[in-house]
């Protein structure tokens, strides 16, 4: 998601080519927080996603992540019947609601599938909160890394960013 110069500069580290290899590896780890602290995803296009849903007997159904384009949506029967499309109506609503005007959505347990491309291409802008977010938790991580500090499930990081818990709140997938 940053680029290794730009977080260079963020910390404060311009010249230093020494840490790159930790450097990669704290922005890898602060991605990977911010997606699990949002449950969204937020790294490189995935043109193949495919997600497994419920169906709930309305017209609505939401999709976790944000889709570069209209997602393929199928739904089954039971588990040994065959995949089936169904045509959709796409409204983006809440950056993931996809809805079917013609008919409820079965209910049943993972009796739906939505196929769909995800994440930002190389070059595309990912919201600029969430880039805060990533190099905040970057100089976080990295500071920890300087004094030696072993944080395991990092449990209080997201208490020391300044703005986290408003950014984290304001992509947070809902619970349905």
């Excluded at 199928?74 to 169904?86: F, G």
């Excluded at 072993?150 to 997201?158: A, I, K, S, V, W």
Aim: net charge negative; hydrophobic share 40%; aromatic share 10%.
């Amino acid at each position: 998601m940053l680029d290794l110069s730009e977080l260079r500069t963020w910390l404060v580290q311009e010249g230093i080519t020494a840490n790159d290899t930790l450097l990669t590896a704290i922005e890898a780890r602060a991605v990977a927080l911010v997606q699990q602290w949002t449950g969204r995803y937020f790294g490189a296009t995935d043109t193949g996603y495919t997600e497994y849903l419920d169906g709930n007997g309305e017209q609505v159904i939401y999709i976790t992540d944000t889709p570069t384009a209209e997602p393929a949506m199928y739904t089954r029967d039971s588990l040994l019947s065959s995949w089936i499309q169904t045509a959709i109506t796409y409204v983006e609503h809440e950056d993931r609601k996809v809805i079917n005007l013609l008919e409820p959505w079965p209910e049943g347990v993972r009796n739906v599938k939505a196929v769909y491309s995800r994440g930002y291409a190389s070059g595309s802008v990912v919201p600029s909160d969430i880039r805060q977010l990533v190099f905040d938790t970057c100089k976080a991580l990295f500071l920890d890394s300087r004094m030696g500090e072993q944080r395991t499930g990092e449990p209080n990081l997201l208490d020391r960013i300044p703005f986290a818990a408003q950014t984290v709140a304001k992509w947070r997938s809902p619970l349905l």
